[in-house]
C-alpha cells in the first residue's frame, strides 16, 4: 500500500517572541495564541538536540509553537503532520490540570489550510489528540491541545482504547526515566483515505507515536490503525518506523552512544 508522503518544514533563525498566554483554560480561545504564525527556531526545546525532523519542505506547511509542544501543520490534510513535546517526570507529575473541552481553530492558520469545528460534526469520528491533553502541565497547555491544528479525525473506539493505553503508557515511562523524553505523533495517510467536513479533513490509515529516550539513546515506536478492535502490540523499532514513513525524525546524533 502506498502512503502518502509525511511533509515538510523550513527553519529560519528568529528570537523568541513575547507571548502572552493565557492563564486559564476558560476564557475565549482567541486569547490563546499570540496572533503571529511561529516558527520551529521558537520553541528548539520540543526535539532532540534542537533538531526538527528532516522533511522535505512543500507549501502549505506551517510550525506552529506552543507553550507545551509544536507542531507541524498540513493545509492540505488539515491536521497536523506531526507533534512534538518534551517531557519528563516533573512535567508528568504536574499535568493534573483540569481538563479543558473548548476545541478551536487555531487563527494562525489561514482559514483555507485548517479545520473547523463544523468538520467534525456528524462526521463519525472523534477529535483526536496528537499531543494528549493528560500530558500538559498547565492550564493554559491544557487549554492550547484543544487547538485543531493538534487533532486528527481519529475512530471513536480506538481513541478512548489501544491509543489512550499507549498514551497511558508513555506517561507511566516517562515517569520513570531519568532524564528527557521525547515524543513525536503523527498521522500516516493513503490515497483513498476519506476526508470529513466541507474543508476536507483527511481521515489517517495509521497513527504512531515516536519515543525516544534522551538519557539512554534509546527509541521505540508504536504504529496503530485507525480503526475500532486495534490493539497495542508490541512496538516496532525506530528504523522500521523510518521505513514505513520516510522520514529521519530524529538527528543522527541523538541515536549515537
Not at 520551529?40 to 533538531?51: H, R, V
Not at 467536513?197 to 490509515?205: L, R
Request: glycine share 6%; net charge positive.
Amino acid at each position: 500500500m502506498r502512503l502518502a508522503a509525511v511533509l515538510a518544514l523550513s527553519l529560519a533563525g528568529a528570537a523568541l517572541p513575547n507571548l502572552s498566554w493565557a492563564r486559564s483554560p476558560q476564557f475565549d480561545s482567541a486569547a490563546l495564541l499570540t496572533p503571529e504564525p511561529t516558527s520551529f527556531a521558537q520553541c528548539p526545546q520540543f526535539f532532540a538536540n534542537g533538531t526538527p525532523p528532516a522533511i522535505t519542505p512543500r507549501p502549505q506547511l506551517r510550525e506552529l509553537c506552543y507553550e507545551a509542544f509544536a507542531v507541524l501543520h498540513s493545509g492540505t490534510t488539515k491536521t497536523p503532520v506531526f507533534v512534538a513535546q518534551r517531557l519528563n517526570r516533573r512535567l508528568i507529575e504536574d499535568a493534573d490540570e483540569k481538563r479543558a473541552k473548548r476545541f478551536f481553530a487555531d487563527a494562525r492558520l489561514p482559514s483555507g489550510e485548517r479545520a473547523e469545528l463544523e468538520d467534525y460534526k456528524n462526521s463519525g469520528y472523534s477529535r483526536g489528540h496528537m499531543a494528549p491533553a493528560g500530558d500538559m502541565p498547565t492550564p493554559t497547555a491544557m487549554a492550547q491541545s484543544f487547538s485543531l491544528a493538534n487533532m486528527v479525525p481519529q475512530n471513536a473506539q480506538h481513541n478512548g482504547g489501544a491509543w489512550n493505553k499507549i498514551e497511558q503508557d508513555t506517561r507511566h515511562y516517562v515517569k520513570r526515566a531519568k532524564g528527557d523524553v521525547f515524543v513525536i505523533t503523527g498521522p500516516v495517510f493513503t490515497d483513498a483515505g476519506p476526508r470529513i467536513g466541507a474543508n476536507g479533513v483527511k481521515v489517517p490509515t495509521y497513527l504512531y507515536k515516536l519515543v525516544y529516550d534522551a538519557t539512554t539513546n534509546k527509541a521505540w515506536a508504536h504504529w496503530q490503525e485507525n480503526r475500532e478492535g486495534e490493539t497495542v502490540g508490541r512496538p516496532i523499532s525506530y528504523q522500521e518506523l523510518v521505513k514505513r514513513t520516510g522520514v529521519e525524525f530524529l538527528p543522527r546524533s541523538a541515536l549515537q552512544h
